[in-house]
T-cell receptor, first 115, second 117 residues
Framework: GAGVSQSPSNKVTEKGKDVELRCDPI?????LYWYRQSLGQGLEFLIY????????KSGLPSDRFSAERTGGSVSTLTIQRTQQEDSAVYLC?????????????FGPGTRLLVL | AQKVTQAQTEISVVEKEDVTLDCVYE???????LFWYKQPPSGELVFLIR??????QNEISGRYSWNFQKSTSSFNFTITASQVVDSAVYFC??????????????FGTGTRLQVTL
């Protein structure tokens, strides 16, 4: 079946603008995760959803970052008033229902560049 | 707190050589999962293997093998007879084993493997 998809694949924005990144998980996967990969910080966890709720949002770096998930499927990560340090690749992953295997499968990422 | 250390930043080998990528982890959890992911130049993280902390049996899959040693908190990855297509960044990761809830991955900093002809 189809894997995790993310859009856009690339996004260039100006400092101070808001951006929305979208993730479409693998069908039937109940858990969804956002990570960020940057040169200085490596791969960092941002937030995870179980269904539509977010039990762990401890990795969100500031209140400019928010995420939501609707219908237990698509998720949107929003960054408000972007800063240059937000430039990174934003990765989304999903994993099957809890009773099953907890392996996370990743999408291709959204490369964000803030000028 | 959880921590994963991949001390090897970059490794270069000639094709057909064997290569081992090291991974050392720290966790206070009594049960946990360990993972290896491959990130080729295309950028997508590809799942390779998952190991449960209560299962120390080593695993072999084709040219890949994994050596899990709980006593030394290590989960090393060996590629036998390396090929150019193995060139990628390899990440070791750790997650807690929580029943009833999912768990985030804690990643190491990755090891870049370059295989040349």
């Amino acid at each position: 079946g189809a894997g995790v998809s993310q859009s856009p694949s690339n996004k260039v924005t100006e400092k101070g603008k808001d951006v929305e990144l979208r993730c479409d998980p693998i069908s039937g996967h109940t858990a969804l995760y956002w990570y960020r990969q940057s040169l200085g910080q490596g791969l960092e966890f941002l937030i995870y959803f179980q269904g539509n709720s977010a039990p762990d949002k401890s990795g969100l770096p500031s209140d400019r970052f928010s995420a939501e998930r609707t219908g237990g499927s698509v998720s949107t990560l929003t960054i408000q008033r972007t800063q240059q340090e937000d430039s990174a690749v934003y990765l989304c992953a999903s994993s099957p229902p809890l009773a099953g295997i907890k392996t996370q499968y990743f999408g291709p990422g959204t490369r964000l560049l803030v000028l | 707190a959880q921590k994963v250390t991949q001390a090897q930043t970059e490794i270069s080998v000639v094709e057909k050589e064997d290569v081992t990528l090291d991974c050392v982890y720290e966790t206070r959890d009594t049960t946990y999962y360990l993972f290896w992911y491959k990130q080729p130049p295309s950028g997508e993280l590809v799942f390779l293997i998952r190991r449960n902390s209560f299962d120390e049996q080593n695993e072999i899959s084709g040219r890949y093998s994994w050596n899990f040693q709980k006593s030394t908190s290590s989960f090393n990855f060996t590629i036998t007879a390396s090929q150019v297509v193995d060139s990628a960044v390899y990440f070791c990761a750790l997650s807690a084993h929580n029943t009833g809830t999912a768990s985030k991955l804690t990643f190491g900093t990755g090891t870049r493997l370059q295989v040349t002809l």
